[in-house]
Every structure is written in C-alpha cells, then in structure tokens.
C-alpha cells in the first residue's frame, strides 16, 4: 500500500475514552499506511499564570503535568501498535479550537465521546460534537464497546452520499471488513402513499446506484444494501449499525449556519453505541 503522508490526528486528555480514541488511531494509521500525531490541548495557560514547577518538587508543574499527559498519549498508542510512526504536540487553549486547527488538511481526526474538556467536561461530548461540525477532514469519535468483527456501515441519504460512501470504502478495505450501505426511506407516522406514486422505487434506485458506486471505488470489497423504512431516520440507522465496527455518515446541516451538522448525524452521534465517522472535508 501506497503510503499516505498526510497524518491521522489524535486528541488525548488522560481519560479512558481518550484513550480508547488513541488505540483506535493507532490501528487505523498501521492499516493505512499513515503516520499518527498526538495531541493534548492544556487549559491551564487560560486559568493561571503559574505553570513552572513548585520549588523544590521535582517533576512539579502545570506545565510538566500536561507533557506528562501527552506521553501517555503516546505511550498507549506506542503499545497498541509496535512500530508506528508516533509524533506528539503540546497545545494550550481550547481543544475544539485547536484540534480543528491542527487536523484541517490531514487525513483523519480522532476524539473519544467524551472527555477531551478535561475538568470542564460537565458539557459531556461538546468538543466532539463541535468538532463533527467544524472540522475540515472525517471525524471519528470513538466509544468502547466496538464490534471487531462487524461490517463497516455506511448510510446514505438522497444525495448518495458520496463523501460517506467514499470514507466507508477507505475503511473496509483498510480493515478488510465487509460494507454494508443503508438507506432510509422516511414514512411519518399514519401517513398513507398517494395513488400512482412509488416512493420505495426513488429509494431503492438511490440505494442501487450507491452499491454501484461502492463496487467501482473498491472492487474487492464485499458490498450489501439495505434499504429501511421508519419514521426516524437515525432510529433506523442506529438499529442497522447495532453490530458494526464503525457507522460512516456525512454531515450535511439543513441550517441557516455554515458550521453547522445535520439533525440525522447529531442524533447518531449521541445514541450510538460505537464508533461513529462523520464524513467532513476542506470545503
């Protein structure tokens, strides 16, 4: 495999889910060939000017602690992944801000679902989900309770998606996992199909063509479609991704806002119970 220079970009604070983020960083960036980078973002500088450590304590400081982080940041994906390229930065300020900053340009940002606030983190999941929504590269937010063996899902809307589509694809054939594309046909509750009309037909040849389109962008790929119907978009895409490794979706806000995520995507991210890559890129 061609080896991609551009970096996997990985924000680490200390916390378990961050570093469940660090592990799934490592693995991917072995499995494509990438380079991993990283981060920790210290919220000491905005607090207090005192950073150097005490006198007399070795080893003592804001400063010194925040490094102390960051190595072992690195230290677990050193252990995930013998071998791996591994570089570090130490940023100061907020994370979101940073972490966005820093990852425009790369090839992928990995955060865990929660945490990366630090002792801020009474906003549960706000740098995450600030970051689906304002980075410039796909990012995945991490959970624990991963489905190893589980196919890639990708959901597709009206558009086909092709974003998604095209991550989801970098993703299975990294993981040599299967591809599962799943598009939901909406019907709202008590709503009857007017005569003469065939919605399921507009979706299945949406579904059809996005298969297509994943068959031509990675003919080894093992590709199934599902095409679902519900009255909740992300209830039936939650149910579809049950048992995947990672559900890919792209992030298409209906808002007034440029920085902005579609209701669909937001909602997945909160209630699912794996990983989720939301499909952004430089605009």
Not at 3 to 20: C, M, N, T
Not at 80 to 89: I, K, P, W
Not at 126 to 131: G, M, P, Q, R, T
Request: proline share 5%.
């Amino acid at each position: 495999m061609a080896q991609d220079l551009r970096s996997i970009v990985v924000g680490y604070d200390g916390s378990d889910e961050a570093a469940a983020a660090v592990r799934w960083a490592a693995r991917h960036a072995r499995a494509t060939a990438c380079p991993l980078l990283v981060v920790h973002c210290s919220l000491w500088p905005l607090l207090t000017r005192h950073l150097g450590p005490v006198p007399g304590v070795s080893g003592s400081g804001l400063e010194q602690s925040a490094q102390s982080i960051l190595d072992e940041g690195v230290a677990h994906a050193a252990a995930e992944v013998q071998g791996l390229e591994v570089g570090s930065t130490l940023l100061h300020g907020l994370p979101a801000q940073h972490l966005a900053g820093i990852s425009a340009g790369e090839k992928m940002l990995v955060v865990g679902s929660r945490g990366l606030g630090g002792f801020l983190g009474l906003l549960v999941g706000s740098v995450s989900l600030e970051l689906a929504a304002t980075a410039s590269c796909p990012v995945a937010v991490i959970r624990h309770n991963l489905h190893p063996d589980g196919p890639i899902v990708a959901a597709v809307d009206a558009s086909g998606s092709p974003s998604a589509l095209g991550d989801a694809c970098v993703l299975a054939t990294a993981s040599n996992a299967r591809l599962t594309v799943v598009h939901v046909r909406h019907q709202p509750p008590g709503y009857r199909q007017p005569a003469g009309q065939d919605a399921a037909a507009g979706a299945q040849k949406v579904l059809t063509e996005a298969v297509r389109r994943a068959g031509a962008l990675a003919p080894a790929l093992s590709v199934d479609g599902r095409l679902l119907t519900d009255s909740s978009i992300p209830h039936a895409i939650l149910q579809a991704a049950e048992n995947a490794r990672i559900v890919v979706m792209g992030s298409q806000g209906r808002g007034i806002l440029r920085e902005t995520i579609g209701s669909t995507a937001h909602a997945v991210l909160h209630h699912a119970h794996g990983p989720v890559l939301i499909s952004r890129h430089g605009r």
